[in-house]
């Protein structure tokens, strides 16, 4: 049974970092592209960063240069590492497999405000 358990998500103000982890289980993580979804309040959920196998990567232009996906796969994790953050960053993160979507996490709330 495949689950993703996001965190590190919280409140932090406009400029500031957070890192955001997920972790994979019940399938061979490193055979799958990852990414990080967004979804604010009475917004549809958006792609924000994809990392592939081999570890190329893909971002929205919106988090272009200020968020950096990665991933290990000896640890079934995926990270999303988020810099200068801005008050419209704040939305629910979720992590899955953007080419097997499967049942979505409970996901981390980021809030980016003064």
């Known amino acids: 049974q495949v689950q993703l358990v996001e965190s590190g998500g919280g409140l932090v103000q406009p400029g500031g970092s957070l890192t955001l982890s997920c972790a994979a289980s019940g399938f061979i993580f490193s055979s799958y592209a990852m990414a990080w979804y967004r979804q604010a309040p009475g917004k549809q959920r958006d792609l924000v960063a994809r990392?592939?196998?081999?570890?190329?990567?893909t971002y929205v232009d919106s988090v272009k240069g200020r968020f950096t996906i990665s991933r290990d796969n000896n640890k079934n994790t995926v990270y999303l590492l988020m810099n200068s953050l801005k008050p419209e960053d704040t939305a629910v993160y979720y992590c899955n497999r953007p080419l097997a979507v499967s049942s979505w996490g409970q996901g981390t709330q980021v809030t980016v405000s003064s």
């Open positions: 990392i592939g196998t081999g570890g190329s990567t």
